[in-house]
């Protein structure tokens, strides 16, 4: 996983990405402009690299809506990196000249393949060994339905997106359970519905879905994301509302941390790329377009991380969800 930083050049440009001296072929690459209010952009390799299959975290818009094609868009995954082309408006969401961009990765098994463990068949990119994959998949409306995701392992986060109408993004942690979802595009607080789930856990081959991840006929993307010890933590924390918040052990330092209060509150991300050093300030909000702002609110250790303040953001009363991934993937924490 790489948290990667540029500035824009406003014109096609290639983006190496470097994570302890190592370059990687991306699957999933998020990018948001720092500078300004410019939507997300999400895009990956099993639905193109192409303006048309561009999402946006902060949007409900279909896949390549008018609100994201005509700005820029990731044209190619690079065995380094990743490269992006200019939008035929202009390039604001993906490299406006001047701007200070972020550009999340995740790798995941290259080419997708047909998997058909579930009712409905998909196609699947899978990294084992990261516990991630990319899944696509069209909708039915038999519910419930299973789909398969191709990580050999319980997935404990699952972000789900109607690619083809005006949808949210239906998301399930294992904290808040099978009953439970979460919408990454909105700060709703956990809500219960079985129209998400089906009330289901998900298992080592499939994941349930009910109406809400199934129109028919409907192209729907799903990114799936299991735990691996030393690499990637999915869990929950209380808040204590003070300034010397909870410890969240990891077993590892991460690079990428994303939070959301199970209240009415929106999501936020820190990493170190962009926050580099303690307390970390610099955050992203997914679930709109606003330029990157400043909380000192966490602190990066060497095996997890520290709350540092009493905002609703990380640390009031109550429950948190967070994932989190590592700046040096092994089971030996790395002091700072």
């Not at 500078?35 to 902060?58: C, F, I, M």
Request: glycine share 10%.
């Amino acid at each position: 996983m790489a948290c990667t930083t540029y500035t824009g050049t406003g014109a096609n440009a290639s983006i190496v990405n470097t994570v302890n001296g190592v370059s990687f072929q991306p699957d999933f690459v998020w990018i948001k402009d720092r500078s300004v209010g410019y939507n997300h952009v999400l895009q990956d390799s099993v639905r193109g690299a192409t303006a048309a299959a561009k999402l946006s975290s902060n949007l409900t818009d279909a896949e390549g809506s008018a609100n994201l094609a005509p700005y820029g868009n990731v044209s190619a995954f690079n065995s380094n990196g990743f490269s992006l082309v200019a939008g035929s408006v202009d390039s604001r969401q993906t490299n406006a000249s001047g701007d200070a961009y972020i550009g999340w990765q995740w790798k995941a098994g290259g080419t997708a393949v047909s998997n058909t463990a579930g009712s409905i068949t998909s196609s699947v990119s899978a990294n084992t060994t990261a516990g991630f994959s990319v899944v696509t998949y069209t909708g039915n409306a038999t519910n419930p339905s299973t789909v398969g995701h191709g990580l050999g392992v319980v997935p404990s986060m699952i972000i789900i997106k109607n690619r083809s109408v005006v949808s949210s993004w239906l998301t399930y942690h294992q904290s808040i359970g099978n009953t439970n979802y979460l919408l990454l595009d909105a700060t709703i607080a956990s809500a219960a519905s079985a129209s998400a789930w089906n009330n289901t856990t998900p298992t080592s081959t499939v994941f349930t879905i009910g109406s809400f991840g199934n129109g028919n006929g409907n192209g729907i993307v799903a990114y799936c994301f299991a735990p691996v010890a030393g690499y990637s933590a999915f869990g929950s924390y209380t808040g204590n509302g003070s300034a010397d918040g909870p410890f969240v052990y990891l077993g590892f330092r991460p690079r990428f941390v994303m939070i959301k209060w199970t209240n009415v509150e929106s999501w936020y991300i820190f990493d170190t790329s962009r926050g580099t050093y303690n307390v970390i300030g610099p955050y992203m909000v997914p679930n709109t377009s606003a330029a990157e702002a400043t909380y000192t609110a966490v602190d990066i250790l060497s095996n997890g991380f520290k709350l540092r303040d009493t905002n609703n953001f990380v640390n009031s009363s109550g429950t948190y969800i967070y994932a989190a991934f590592a700046e040096n993937p092994t089971k030996f924490a790395n002091a700072r």
